[in-house]
């Protein structure tokens, strides 16, 4: 357990659906980032929220939207989903952005 | 921007040959972080090197950073079959941190 929780694990959906991957920062962490990762492909950067506000944006389509709530969890919103948004998301914490990310086991995404 | 490029893509070994993964980056870096992730796991963070010249060690894992700050390498004596994975590096500077495209491990026992 790397303390960074991600739910849920997998998830299956169909074309033109939204759904919504939640994650919880390991304890102390005030940076969340959101990653994608196609199948054998690398990480893909897509937003990372510090406290509460967002500090940067990666390729994070206009389809996608995130937050970081006061306790801290973030949650990412796809929506319009279409057949190539399948991938893990994958979720990392960390003190601050020059410190070692910590990820969580990620969300597998699968659209039909 | 910033853009780091890790080389090679793709590394087959045989179980006891070395392995080096490399990683340059466009501008030069506050720090540089490497990452492992096994297959079917994620990213699990291994090191950060700071200091310009840096070099650490653990156990069979040599990590560089070069005397510009712009470049690094990881490099795996003697490689065993629980070495295999994807091998990372992430390039740090002002707020922004670019992950490689990874070097994927393949070692045949």
């Known amino acids: 357990d790397s303390g960074v929780t991600q739910t849920p694990k997998h998830l299956i959906t169909a074309t033109g659906q939204r759904v919504t991957l939640r994650c919880s920062p390991r304890s102390g962490d005030l940076s969340v980032y959101w990653y994608q990762q196609s199948l054998d492909q690398g990480l893909q950067f897509l937003i990372q929220?510090?406290?509460?506000?967002?500090?940067a944006k990666g390729n994070i389509l206009e389809r996608f939207s995130a937050q970081q709530f006061p306790d801290l969890h973030s949650e990412l919103n796809l929506s319009s989903l279409e057949l190539g948004d399948s991938a893990l998301y994958f979720c990392a914490s960390s003190r601050d952005s020059n410190y070692g990310y910590t990820f969580g086991s990620g969300t597998r995404l699968t659209v039909v | 921007g910033q853009q780091v490029m890790q080389i090679p893509q793709y590394q087959h070994v045989q179980e006891g040959e070395d392995f080096t993964t490399y990683c340059n980056s466009s501008?030069?870096?506050?720090?540089i972080q490497w990452y492992k992730q096994r297959p079917g796991g994620h990213p699990v963070f291994l090191i950060q090197?700071?200091?310009?010249?840096e070099v650490k060690k653990q156990k069979r894992l040599t990590f560089q950073f070069g005397e510009a700050k712009k470049n690094s390498s990881l490099h795996i004596t003697a490689t065993q079959t629980t070495d295999v994975g994807t091998y990372f590096c992430?390039?740090?500077?002002?707020?922004?941190?670019?992950f490689g495209a990874g070097t994927r491990l393949t070692v045949k026992p």
């Open positions: 992430a390039g740090y500077n002002n707020n922004d941190m670019r």
């Open positions: 929220y510090y406290n509460g506000e967002e500090r």
């Open positions: 090197l700071v200091k310009s010249g």
């Open positions: 501008t030069t870096l506050s720090n």
